[in-house]
């Protein structure tokens, strides 16, 4: 059975202390690839150096976190730019609005979701999308962005049924993470009625580790909780879940 881990930051510092057998542990499990999100330029070297360590396993992204768009956003915005032009990456992201946390800085969020589509599509690459307590925020975002051209996937998708359909509509998949195996999580009471081909799986590890390790740092190893879940919301096996995940996900980054 192979699963693809679309959305994992194996660069941080919670890995440090033993990272390679991290890795490992997520391979025995199944997962033949990991997609790499950005955070901000002072995790650059640790991305580059994963890649180089894992070069057939690891895919990277470039992009500013909506989190980290503080003061000195637009020199980021430049990093991220020169990286598009020095080298390839397999798409735009973690990019979007988080109002969650901090609303000060909306306006510069929104300008720069909307400069990083735009890089996006200029590489034709896809985007990731970091969406927290903003979906109307983003939806207004993307809608006027709308082509053939713009696709992508709602990281960590929380929202609900119709919110599911629209970012479905405007071309993108929905990532689904360790949520889906919360008691309140609410995604596994209308997953059923979505299309199997619009979903990928991801952890986002090592944050919102699924049941029964909720709480805890959370690693790729653990995506088949996440997958076992998702085959229970559509009443399939694992091994068909994996099957149309993992297509999805191939199809979706080009590999």
């Not at 895919?59 to 980290?68: K, N, T």
């Not at 000060?104 to 307590?133: D, G, M, N």
């Not at 879940?241 to 999805?248: E, G, L, P, Q, R």
Request: aromatic share 12%; net charge negative; with cysteine.
């Amino acid at each position: 059975m192979e699963l693809i881990d679309t959305h994992t930051h194996l660069y941080v510092e919670a890995f440090d202390s033993d990272r390679e057998e991290m890795v490992e542990r997520a391979k025995a499990a199944g997962v033949k690839h990991f997609f790499i999100p950005a955070i901000d330029s002072t995790y650059t070297e640790r991305m580059y150096a994963l890649e180089k360590r894992y070069p057939n396993e690891v895919h990277l992204m470039a992009g500013v976190h909506p989190c980290h768009i503080k003061d000195n956003f637009k020199e980021e915005l430049n990093k991220v730019e020169m990286q598009l032009q020095q080298r390839s990456f397999c798409a735009v992201g973690e990019i979007g609005i988080d109002l969650y946390w901090d609303k000060t800085y909306l306006k510069e969020q929104q300008e720069a979701f909307t400069r990083q589509i735009e890089w996006a599509k200029q590489y034709s690459l896809p985007i990731v999308i970091h969406c927290r307590e903003a979906f109307d925020e983003v939806f207004e975002i993307l809608e006027a962005y709308r082509s053939e051209t713009l696709y992508g996937i709602f990281h960590c998708f929380t929202g609900n049924l119709d919110q599911a359909k629209r970012a479905i509509d405007l071309s993108f998949k929905l990532g689904i993470g360790g949520v889906v195996t919360f008691k309140k999580g609410r995604i596994d009471q209308f997953l059923h009625e979505l299309p199997l081909e619009a979903l990928v799986l991801e952890t986002d590890a090592p944050y919102l580790a699924p049941v029964p390790y909720r709480g805890k740092r959370n690693e790729s190893s653990y995506l088949p909780l996440i997958l076992n879940k998702v085959a229970q919301c559509y009443g399939r096996t694992d091994l068909e879940i994996a099957s149309m995940t993992t297509k999805n996900a191939r199809q979706l980054f080009n590999i």
